[in-house]
Nanobody
Framework: QVQLVESGGGLVQAGGSLRLSCAAS????????MGWYRQAPGKQRELVAT???????TYANSVKGRFTISRDSAKNTVDLQMNNLKPEDTAVYYC???????????WGQGTQVTVAS
C-alpha cells in the first residue's frame, strides 16, 4: 500500500513563500505522474501542478510563474515551491501520484495553506 505524507503547510502573509513536500513510502520512479491539487472551502478540488517521470511539468494558469514543482528520486519526494502567495491560494493542498500500470491514483491526507491579506 502506497502512503503519501504532505508537510510544509501553514499560515503566511500575502507575498510570502511556502514549500510543500510530499513523501512517498515507495520509490517514486514507479509513478508516471505526480502532482499537487488544492481544494478551497466550498470549491471543487483543482489541479495545481504536475510532473512526470520524464520531468515534464504543467501548471494551472493561476500559479504559473509563482509555483514550481520538483521531484527528488533519491528522497522519494515531490515538492511544491510557492512564491508570491495570494489570499486566493488559501486551500488544503493534496499530493497525488498516478500509477499507470494499475490506473490507480494515490492521495495524501492534505496540508492546509492559509494566506493572510
Amino acid at each position: 500500500q502506497v502512503q503519501l505524507v504532505e508537510s510544509g503547510g501553514g499560515l503566511v502573509q500575502a507575498g510570502g513563500s511556502l514549500r510543500l513536500s510530499c513523501a512517498a513510502s515507495t520509490s517514486i520512479s514507479s509513478f508516471s505522474r505526480m502532482g499537487w491539487y488544492r481544494q478551497a472551502p466550498g470549491k471543487q478540488r483543482e489541479l495545481v501542478a504536475t510532473i512526470t517521470t520524464g520531468g515534464s511539468t504543467t501548471y494551472a494558469n493561476s500559479v504559473k510563474g509563482r509555483f514550481t514543482i520538483s521531484r527528488d528520486s533519491a528522497k522519494n519526494t515531490v515538492d511544491l515551491q510557492m512564491n508570491n502567495l495570494k489570499p486566493e491560494d488559501t486551500a488544503v493542498y493534496y499530493c497525488n501520484f498516478y500509477l499507470m500500470i494499475s490506473k490507480r491514483n494515490y492521495w495524501g491526507q492534505g496540508t492546509q495553506v492559509t494566506v493572510a491579506s
